[in-house]
């Protein structure tokens, strides 16, 4: 059975950092591409960030990274502002490479609350 499990978000003052953690179980691991997603009420899910590709909203603020050796993918958000906040989504899809379309993706988290105080 195959489980992605996010969890370190929360609530933080604008300006301040959250660290994401997604944890992958029953696939290989490495031979998966990893992507997170966020989706604020009523508006699409957006992709935030793969492997070397950000939406332009977060370059410079967000970084993410992972470890095949722990199945673990992370996503470090600094300078988080409002429009930050949204439901975070870790997603895995076949292949080596990320796409910014979230129908390209197999699997998907149950999703962390991101809430970003002005």
């Known amino acids: 059975q195959v489980q992605l499990v996010e969890s370190g978000g929360g609530l933080v003052q604008a300006g301040g950092s959250l660290r994401l953690s997604c944890a992958a179980s029953?696939?290989?691991?490495?031979?998966?591409?990893m992507a997170w997603f966020r989706q604020a009420p009523g508006k699409e899910r957006e992709f935030v960030a793969g492997?070397?590709q950000f939406t332009k909203s977060v370059q410079g603020r967000f970084a993410i990274s992972r470890d095949n050796a722990k199945n673990m993918v992370y996503l470090e958000m600094n300078g988080l502002k409002p429009e930050d906040a949204a439901v975070y989504y870790c997603a895995a899809g076949r292949g080596s490479i990320p796409s910014t379309d979230w129908g390209e993706y197999d699997y998907w988290g149950q999703g962390t609350q991101v809430t970003v105080s002005s």
């Open positions: 029953g696939i290989a691991f490495s031979a998966y591409a």
């Open positions: 492997t070397e």
